[in-house]
């Protein structure tokens, strides 16, 4: 690894799935508050709601994934939109 490229914050973090709850370590500069136990070691946890593991494209099984409500917020904006087009 070059000297001099990386953040200072450059290191291992886990990441987990939340919905199938598979954690990877990877390199990164994700900003984490929680810690995880690993093989005896203590790394950064970050979440993740889809990863690899669980995304359709990659796994092969449709599976709806509606996070914070995305669907309803839209379908409240575009009955709002469609409202203002009748009148």
């Known amino acids: 690894m070059k000297k001099g490229i990386h953040p200072d914050n450059y290191r291992l973090v886990a990441f987990k799935d939340i919905s199938t709850n598979d954690t990877f370590l990877i390199r990164s500069c994700a900003n984490t508050k929680e810690t995880i136990v690993i093989d005896g ?12 593991k669980s995304h359709p494209f990659y796994t092969g099984k449709m599976k709806f994934v509606d996070t914070a409500g995305r669907i309803d917020k839209f379908r409240k904006k575009f009955d709002k939109y469609l409202k203002n087009k009748k009148e």
């Open 41 to 52: 070691t203590e790394y950064p946890l970050y979440k993740l709601e889809i990863s690899s």
